[in-house]
């Protein structure tokens, strides 16, 4: 195992013993003697690993005392806080005819001495001819611009120069957006089977050089080449043809959209190549221009650049950057970029969306690598394991895992899964017969930390304890014993190591899944169907899969929500990430404006008393929270102006205390048995009789319109009549969400389901009715002027569904936007407050629509009840269920 | 061979809870075909090491001691000798794990065999091969007379209507009768699993043989339409697993029917390094049942030590 024949890569890493590895849990290296290769037929070899110095800071897997296993569900005793900070776990007898797997002692590591050795080193020709430093790919050719600092770009597994590449800089940058800018003024309007056509001769040049397309990216990221050969290169010709196969049908299907434009894609470092391949599909499928940033591990990406060149996309079209600065240091400022596709770690995500606030440009975020297994006592185990291999001990997956196990079957999977750890092997990427290869130093760093973190906070880590201590391969990892309040639990779980946490019953186990910030992907492993169906539906992540983990189509939409960025790729979903109505002008980009987001909103002017009295004092008063009209916090009001300047009304002036109270008061209307678990039929006639209460009072309603607008009875009657019919229409498509099963090949049907946001919170325009604005989700509606009837509508909703909070449009932004408890967000305001919204965002990366300060026709079909806004009031969840038992 | 299993007490409770999930073992024999690719000398290797696995077979109505006594001295001699004489494995002592024929043709293979020098053992079906619907007393009497006429081995076949009926402690109370009535002889047994209808049964019914005493648990007859996959092995070699840590036993595997090629081979051998391990790669508990594997092995073997491919001529038939 982990044989090299080279230094790995630079940087040198130190191996600090962790100061809290118990010496009973180290382990004494293997027999010299037991590496020889030993097969009949192949003479003895010496095998080439580094002699050991320092015993592995690993241990073994603790458990229970002695209690032989017999039958699932015997009554487990409780794993949690057993053994900890012990200088000597309590170690069962091991071995045949105990119910326990044998101890790893007994048989030493090093059985696959009857495979074969790494395969020597290989030089791509492909590299050779770019000679010593390979430049950007950019307007259908190789640039090498002068005075680019050179970035070296190393083999993971052995450290070996593959080639070195220039690092780009802003003007470069600029450049490269300035050539897709151009190329889109061709590509965009091509008919969509123009498109396809070319999409189509992607996909078979890229078959015809798949072999070195396959051998590139396995050397560039440490990835074994047999995932990549079997698993990246085929989902990538779906990609091509699934995506041709939309372009060719554009025109009709996707009438009424446009290309967004120029689309920046940020690749991560691992996956890269079928990462880009996610994202270029569907933004060359509808007719966008992409700018690809591609790291020193992204080398792929410069080949697909250059077969797209070879494949006759016209130049321009698909450009590919090289370098390592950071993209919010980039791409701000950058007019022409109109969305940036972003795929990395969260912080980096993080810095992304705050740098890129106001800039104009939309962005999308796909972040963090975390996934979740939920193991329950009714699951095939053995295939659980293997879905714990597919998720974290494989090259399949980017991140580690968070394993969720049932009491009741809690020891017998970690034997299974001690058992199974053994056997992953490891290796240069080349070689043909390993499991898992490396993703270079920085992430070996990442998995040593949290190992050291872990086991500082009475972790206990198992590992097989083969792996030599220079090696560049990090040893697949069972982290045990953390409980969800260690500080070590609340970080993402690298790659390749797996955190396991019993749970008693089902209830608990979707509570601790739902108790983190993450919203990616989880598996549920259960043969109750009714209970496999049940957790997949009240998991909150973006992509479930029952009894399966890491199953992938081009037609699955894949995304997340909470921390994972609300960003889809794949499927119909994908599309839309590249699209724009028609019709409506696209926001105003330029670089960000100086905002001070430390004050921006921070407390409301103050409001004097200006002697007029209302006009009408029909309006009732307060911020209507948990269904009834309430004082508001502040204890004072803001004056409502009418056109003639004169007050027609007062409104509470509300604040951060009221905020907090709708946003407690929305997410108690949200569970069981609440608004999302209705019925459709339910939701629909609530927003009906909504709709018959308005129309009832719509003589007064327009009449108070004209009163503050100043407009003609005539023009708010109408506005008036075009609000009940918006109720009724949303009301009608409660029931056509979208959702739907899809066949997905050999895997199975997954569903794709359109699911609530959760909280949404609306920052209301100048002078908009409410009525104006509705959408069969939960709403909650600061507006600083406006008026409203609901005293005997109230009743029609349930308390808490929508709230309203009147005051200073700013302050209550301000208030909304840092809400971390509000996943979604809509802003239509000013150009300032679009920026801070965005900029704030980032703190738990809700879901942000901003006007960017341009005021929207709410009257007009198109911008006011379009196909946008069911899009956005709903979010995306793929449930993949596997079913063949025949 | 290794000393022989005995029966123990039935317990339901290893049975009655089982899971398996279908669509997930079979994306696992996906994977588990490609994950070990091994090539050139350790492909020889492996390909030698695999023909020690092999219980050479002939099951066909027409078989008489004429091809019987060929197929022994196959058996005795299953690659060329100037072909290991290449590889330097003359000396090694490698021949077939065991000579597989009907209960008549027993005493000719027994004879074949001591001619020809060897103590090869030889296996014998017996148990109304291969639908196993006779009568109890003459499938017992069948092991018995098999094993009289000199088989070392059994191949059994199991009662499968009691699998669909879910009868398992009457399906373990006949399986013990076999075991009695092979006496001194290994007993192998024949779960058809192309006809127990589910994976799930397929361990069951696994688990079911071992508790009974079998030494093997062979896959199927070679008879029925759907013979040797790789997930039913999956479920079995599972099975055989649970079975090892909860009583210290080794169970012996043993697939059959439709391995042909020398590359199939080379995938069983894989699926067992990793599904049990290293221990069970000895004849003593990994058999494959085949026929006409070893010739494309032995093929393999001269283009590995020629660099060219054999004519069918080059090499002598079974």
């Known amino acids: 195992m982990a044989c090299r024949d080279t230094e790995p890569g630079e940087p040198a890493r130190p191996r600090p013993r962790s100061p809290g590895s118990p010496r009973a849990l180290a382990r004494p290296c293997p027999p ?28 073994s897997c603790p458990f229970l005392g002695p209690r032989p296993w017999s039958g699932r569900g015997a009554g487990a005793s409780p794993p949690a806080g057993h053994a900890k900070g012990q200088g000597t776990p309590l170690l069962p007898p091991r071995g045949p005819g105990t119910g326990r797997p044998p101890r790893l002692k007994e048989t030493p590591p090093g059985g696959d001495r009857d495979l074969p050795p790494p395969p020597p080193s290989v030089r791509l020709a492909w590299l050779d001819k770019q000679g010593s430093t390979l430049g950007h790919f950019v307007n259908g050719k190789w640039l090498k611009p002068e005075g680019q600092e050179p970035v070296t770009c190393r083999d993971p597994c052995s450290g070996e120069l593959l080639a070195s590449c220039l690092q780009a800089d802003d003007g ?36 015809r050089h798949q072999k070195l397309l396959w051998t590139l990216e396995a050397m560039a990221s440490g990835r074994v080449v047999r995932e ?28 009424g959209w446009e290309p967004v434009g ?79 596709a972003f795929s990395g770690p969260v912080q980096e995500g993080k810095a992304l969306r705050r740098a890129l606030a106001g800039s104009g440009a939309d962005l999308s975020l796909s972040l963090g690598t975390e996934s979740l297994l939920v193991v329950t006592d009714t699951a095939d185990l053995d295939s659980a394991v293997e879905g714990v291999v597919d998720a974290a001990w494989s090259d399949r997956s980017p991140g580690g895992l968070r394993l969720l196990v049932q009491l009741s079957a809690y020891e017998e999977m970690l034997w299974k899964l001690e058992t199974r750890l053994r056997r992953v092997r490891q290796g240069r990427s080349l070689d ?19 190992v050291q973190e872990a086991q500082s906070q009475g972790a206990q880590i198992f590992q097989d304890g083969s792996t030599p201590p220079q090696s560049p391969f990090f040893p697949p990892t069972l982290v045990l014993g953390l409980a969800p309040a260690s500080p070590c639990a609340q970080a993402e779980v690298p790659w390749p190591l797996v955190t396991v946490f019993p749970f008693r019953t089902a209830k608990e186990a979707l509570a601790m899944s739902n108790g983190t910030p993450r919203g990616g992907s989880a598996s549920v492993w259960s043969e109750r169907l009714t209970l496999g169906l049940d957790l997949a539906y009240k ?29 889809w790729h794949g499927g119909p979903d994908g599309l839309y990430e590249y699209l724009h109505p028609v019709g409506i002008p696209p926001r105003p980009q330029g670089p960000p404006q100086l905002l001070d987001y430390d004050k921006f909103g921070l407390s409301a002017p103050p409001v004097l008393p200006s002697g007029t009295s209302p006009a009408s004092a029909t309006a009732p008063y307060g911020v209507f929270v948990a269904g009834r009209f309430q004082n508001p916090s502040s204890r004072s009001s803001r004056p409502v102006l009418g056109s003639g300047g004169r007050i027609c009304a007062h409104v509470a002036e509300g604040g951060a205390k009221d905020i907090r109270e709708a946003v407690e008061a929305a997410h108690k209307a949200t569970p069981a048995p609440g608004w999302a678990s209705r019925v459709p039929g339910s939701r629909a006639s609530a927003l009906w009789a909504l709709a018959d209460a308005v129309s009832q009072r719509s003589q007064e309603l327009a009449e108070q319109l004209v009163e503050v607008t100043g407009s003609d009875l005539a023009d708010t009657r109408t506005e008036v009549v075009l609000s009940i019919a918006r109720l009724r229409a949303w009301g009608a498509q409660v029931h056509a969400q979208g959702a739907g099963l899809h066949s997905a090949g050999p895997h199975g049907p997954f569903l794709r389901l359109r699911e609530a946001l959760g909280v949404l919170a609306i920052v209301c325009p100048e002078g908009a009715a409410p009525a104006r604005l509705c959408v069969s989700h939960r709403v909650q509606r600061p507006f600083s002027s406006t008026l409203s009837s609901w005293q005997d509508m109230a009743g029609l909703l349930p308390p808490g569904l929508v709230n309203v909070v009147t005051g200073d449009r700013d302050h209550l932004t301000r208030c909304l936007a840092l809400h971390q408890d509000v996943p979604a967000l809509w802003y239509f305001g000013s150009a300032q407050g679009s920026q801070f919204v965005e900029w704030a965002s980032a703190g738990n990366l809700k879901a942000v629509w901003a006007n960017g300060g341009r005021s929207r026709c709410w009257d007009r079909e198109g911008e006011g009840a379009g196909p946008e806004l069911g899009l956005r009031a709903a979010r995306t969840k793929a449930l993949w269920l596997s079913l063949g038992d025949i | 061979m290794s000393a022989q299993n005995q029966e123990i007490a039935f317990d339901i409770t290893w049975i009655s809870n089982v899971q398996v999930n279908q669509p997930a073992v079979l994306r696992r024999a996906e994977q588990i075909q490609t994950r070990r690719t091994v090539k050139k000398d350790w492909q020889a290797a492996w390909l030698l090491k695999a023909v020690t696995f092999i219980d050479l077979t002939t099951l066909s109505g027409d078989d008489t001691s004429s091809n019987v006594r060929r197929l022994c001295y196959k058996a005795k001699y299953p690659i060329r000798e100037d072909l290991l004489k290449a590889l330097n494995m003359q000396d090694k002592g490698i021949t077939t794990a065991a000579v597989c024929v009907y209960p008549a043709r027993v005493s000719d293979a027994v004879k074949a065999l001591k001619d020809a020098g060897c103590d090869i053992p030889v296996a014998s079906v017996a148990t109304g091969f291969p639908a196993g619907q006779t009568h109890l007393k003459t499938r017992l009497d069948e092991i018995r007379l098999a094993v009289e006429d000199g088989a070392k081995e059994i191949d059994v076949v199991i009662n499968r209507s009691l699998v669909l009926a879910g009868q398992w402690k009457a399906l373990y109370d006949e399986i013990c009768e076999f075991r009695k009535a092979c006496g001194d002889a290994h007993l192998k047994t024949i779960l058809a699993t192309g006809e127990l209808g589910s994976l799930t049964n397929i361990y069951r019914a696994s688990m079911v043989a071992m508790m009974a005493g079998s030494d093997f648990i062979k896959t199927s007859t070679g008879k029925e339409t759907v013979n040797a996959t790789f997930p039913v092995a999956i479920v079995m070699v599972r099975a055989i697993r649970d079975f090892y840590w909860k009583t210290g036993k080794k169970i012996g595997f043993k697939p059959a029917g439709g391995i042909r ?13 990793e599904e049990l391990g290293d221990d069970w790669l000895k004849p003593e508990l990994f058999r494959i049942g085949a026929s006409t594997l070893l010739s494309d092995i032995e093929r393999q073997i001269y283009h590995h030590v020629t660099g060219r491919y054999a004519a069918y001529h080059d090499l002598p038939m079974a």
């Open chain 1, 32 to 59: 010299a003697a037991a590496s020889a290769r030993t097969g009949p037929g192949s003479p003895p070899q010496p095998r080439l690993s580094p002699p050991r110095s320092a015993p592995r800071p690993a241990g």
């Open chain 1, 172 to 207: 470069f940058v600029a450049l490269a957006v300035d050539v897709a800018g151009r190329a889109l003024e061709a590509w965009s309007p091509l008919p969509g089977a123009a498109r396809a056509q070319h999409l189509l001769r992607l996909a078979e040049t890229l078959r």
């Open chain 1, 228 to 255: 990549v050969r079997d698993g990246d290169l085929p989902l990538a010709q779906q990609l091509l043809q699934y995506h041709a196969s939309w372009a060719q049908t554009q025109e009709q299907a996707l009438s």
């Open chain 1, 262 to 340: 120029v689309v920046a894609v940020v690749l991560p470092p691992a996956f890269s190549f079928i990462e880009m391949m996610w994202r270029i599909c569907p933004a060359l499928a509808v007719g966008c221009t992409v700018v690809v940033f591609g790291g020193p591990a992204s080398l792929s990406a410069l080949l697909v650049a250059q077969l797209s060149e070879e494949a006759g996309l016209p130049p321009g079209v698909l450009n590919v950057v090289m370098g390592t600065a950071p993209p919010e240091t980039l791409l701000p400022g950058l007019p022409g970029v109109a969305k940036v």
């Open chain 1, 432 to 450: 043909w017969a390993v499991d898992m290869g490396t993703r270079g130093p920085a992430a070996w760093e990442r998995a040593q930390s949290y």
């Open chain 1, 539 to 567: 998991l909150l992540m973006g992509t479930v899969w029952i009894n399966a983990h890491g199953l992938k189509d081009a037609a699955a939409p894949v995304g997340g929500c909470k921390e994972n960025g609300s960003a």
């Open chain 2, 261 to 273: 090629t020398a590359k199939d081979s080379l995938a069983w051998l894989s699926l067992i390094k």
